[in-house]
């Protein structure tokens, strides 16, 4: 996986009419592959994610995958 990740280069600078995860600058991208290409344990933090039930729904045509964990937290029916 690291090398998928780690040889992200040349992010763009977004439209100025960009909004919302669109308007990501290069800087925080770059930080967010480096995150991803430093993560020495690949297989366990996948192993932890595919822990969690996983859904598809279709919307606009397309394949939308999400989890739908409930809180443990107090008062979080």
Not at 25 to 44: F, I, K
Request: hydrophobic residues 40%.
């Amino acid at each position: 996986m690291c090398v998928l990740v780690c040889s992200a280069r040349g992010v763009p600078q977004p439209p100025a009419t960009a909004t919302g995860l669109a308007a990501r600058t290069p800087g925080y991208l770059r930080d967010l592959v480096g995150y991803w290409g430093e993560l020495t344990d690949w297989r366990a933090a996948e192993e932890r994610l595919n822990a969690y039930p996983e859904f598809i729904a279709e919307v606009e045509g397309r394949d939308i995958r999400f989890v739908h964990v409930k809180s443990r937290a107090a008062g979080n029916a």
